[in-house]
């Protein structure tokens, strides 16, 4: 039975696996930001047992629900991309015990959020709902977060300096609990879009705070990245009203190239990426089948122009960090989520596709994530490449026995 609560989110027994993995992953960095390093019980802190205990509710969750068993009905396309994602994940996790660096219990979600994926085979609706839900409870730990600072519980984190020369801004580049000023822009880019697939009322509700923060954030690589999506999603709209085609690439295309020169003309090494880039590809070759280890990398930090602690790009960390597997999975991880995002072209208002171009912004400039955690950045990209197969499922069981022969089935 479908319920409609707070945003008008939309719930079931199949949808709340998700939901509890969805607040287990969100949990799981707020409690970080709250209670950093801090052991509780057993030399664990907080942060730990929320991603140990969540991971459990939601495979409770997923085993009971009445889909269980039915994994003949997975798309293929689900099969490839959630395979790459254990094998970029399972093979982070070896080349780490080979070079004895040290990697977090909560590591456990990859394979879980996996796992329930495949039990639950969740519809477009519990998709979009899960998306939702994810949004609001980010939303919701930066409100946790800003009480957190006011009372002084917790240090109100700043980044950097800021970069808009306006009174009381200068110094400012709010990060909240993400980490860093960046993390918090590529993030609230993501529930920007998410913003726009639910519309209506609860669509400012999530939207109105998200630009807020986006823009507190200064972060270019997610104000670039949330323009380039919601691009994509007018774009989406223009199409479904019978907009003319040449139009509408046009427009597109305009907007790519226009932010391509804006940049190359402010700021050619990209704030320093292409310093980065090329001084972690000149340490690769220390090492280019199993890579140099966090200490490795830590080594040759003081040598290299930028100083910077990582690749800032998602795939080129992983190859000098842990060399080819991890990389050639998670490559393939991303290119498989491209063809499943423009599966059904600009369907669900554009959104798989507006979700797969700001993510990749974000990756492609910034190590957002590594393969070896499911992080608030991997976990609605994954969610939003799977939405436009999703219908398969859903059709697919909802016809009679005698009738299925005259849908195609996912499985085939």
């Not at 707020?30 to 730990?48: D, N, W």
């Not at 939601?58 to 269980?68: D, E, K, N, P, Y």
């Not at 394979?111 to 519990?126: G, I, N, Y």
């Not at 990060?175 to 993390?183: K, V």
Request: charged content about 10%; aromatic content about 12%; proline content about 5%.
């Amino acid at each position: 039975m479908m319920k409609s609560g707070l945003l008008g989110l939309k719930s079931n027994t199949y949808s709340y696996p998700l939901f509890a993995l969805t607040l287990t992953i969100v949990g799981s960095r707020l409690a970080h930001y709250l209670f950093p390093s801090e052991p509780t019980f057993r030399g664990q802190p907080p942060s730990i047992w929320v991603a140990m205990g969540g991971s459990a509710v939601g495979l409770i969750l997923a085993v009971t629900s009445r889909r269980f068993g039915n994994s003949a009905r997975i798309p293929k396309i689900w099969v490839y991309l959630l395979a790459l994602l254990v094998l970029a994940w399972l093979s982070s996790l070896v080349m780490m015990r080979i070079h004895e660096d040290l990697f977090a219990i909560s590591t456990i979600l990859v394979p879980t959020a996996v796992f329930t994926l495949a039990l639950v085979l969740p519809t477009p609706s519990e998709i979009r709902s899960t998306l939702v839900f994810f949004a609001a409870t980010v939303l919701l730990g930066v409100a946790v977060t800003m009480i957190a600072a006011s009372t002084g519980i917790r240090p109100f984190r700043e980044d950097f300096e800021g970069r808009v020369p306006l009174p009381g801004l200068e110094a400012f580049r709010w990060e909240a609990y993400f980490g860093d000023a960046n993390n918090a822009g590529s993030i609230m880019a993501m529930t920007l879009l998410i913003a726009l697939l639910r519309g209506g009322k609860a669509g400012w509700a999530l939207g109105l705070p998200s630009t807020a923060i986006l823009l507190f954030s200064q972060s270019r690589t997610g104000v670039v990245a949330a323009v380039l999506g919601v691009t994509v999603m007018v774009v989406a709209s223009w199409h479904r009203k019978g907009g003319k085609a040449w139009l509408i690439g046009f427009t597109f295309v305009a907007v790519v190239v226009s932010i391509l020169l804006l940049i190359l003309v402010v700021d050619p090494t990209l704030n320093g990426r292409v310093l980065i880039w090329r001084d972690f590809l000149g340490i690769w070759s220390d090492s280019p089948t199993i890579g140099l280890g966090f200490q490795g990398i830590q080594e040759q930090v003081l040598g290299m122009t930028g100083q910077a602690q990582d690749a800032h790009n998602v795939l080129l960390d992983p190859l000098v960090r842990h060399g080819l597997a991890p990389f050639l999975f998670g490559a393939a991880f991303l290119v498989i989520a491209g063809f499943a995002s423009a599966s059904r072209g600009l369907s669900n208002k554009g959104f798989p596709l507006a979700m797969y171009v700001t993510g990749m912004t974000c990756f492609m400039s910034y190590t957002t994530f590594g393969w070896a955690y499911m992080t608030l950045f991997l976990w609605p990209f994954l969610l939003a490449s799977m939405l436009p197969t999703a219908w398969q499922v859903s059709e697919f069981e909802g016809t009679p026995a005698s009738l299925q022969h005259t849908i195609r089935n996912p499985s085939a």
